[in-house]
């Protein structure tokens, strides 16, 4: 059964990091991309990032670019997001999500409506 896990997730005031990490069970994760959504309360979901499994190749949302890098460990079967210098606006819950059809980012990934197997997400909250 394919199953994903976001973990990391928690509160920090503006300016400060934390790590999410999306552990894969029931399937070898670098056989496929792995994407970071988040959704904040009264928003529409919005895609981060997406790795590849081709090559590793990265993907970014404008609004996350040069702050969140995403990274995967096919050892470990884990994909991270490491966020950096955070603000109240990137508070929202995250969510890992992977399709089996598509080894690579797709052109429009960010939408999510590839993505077949979804975790239950992980609550990100940056406040002072």
């Known amino acids: 059964q394919v199953q994903l896990v976001e973990s990391g997730g928690g509160s920090v005031q503006p300016g400060g990091s934390l790590r999410l990490s999306c552990s894969a069970s029931?399937?070898?994760?670098?056989?496929?991309?792995i994407a970071w959504f988040r959704q904040a309360p009264g928003k529409e979901r919005e895609g981060v990032a997406c790795?590849?499994?081709?090559?590793?190749?990265?993907y970014y949302a404008d609004s996350v670019k040069g702050r969140f890098p995403i990274s995967r460990d096919n050892i470990k079967n884990e994909v991270y997001l490491q966020m950096n210098r955070l603000t109240p606006e990137d508070t929202a819950v995250y969510y890992c999500?992977?399709?089996?059809?598509?080894?690579?980012?797709?052109?429009?990934?960010?939408?999510?409506?590839?993505?077949?197997?979804w975790g239950k997400g992980a609550l990100v909250t940056v406040s002072s």
């Open positions: 029931g399937f070898t994760l670098d056989y496929y991309p």
């Open positions: 790795i590849s499994a081709t090559d590793g190749t990265t």
């Open positions: 999500a992977t399709e089996s059809l598509f080894r690579g980012c797709r052109k429009e990934w960010y939408l999510g409506d590839a993505m077949a197997y």
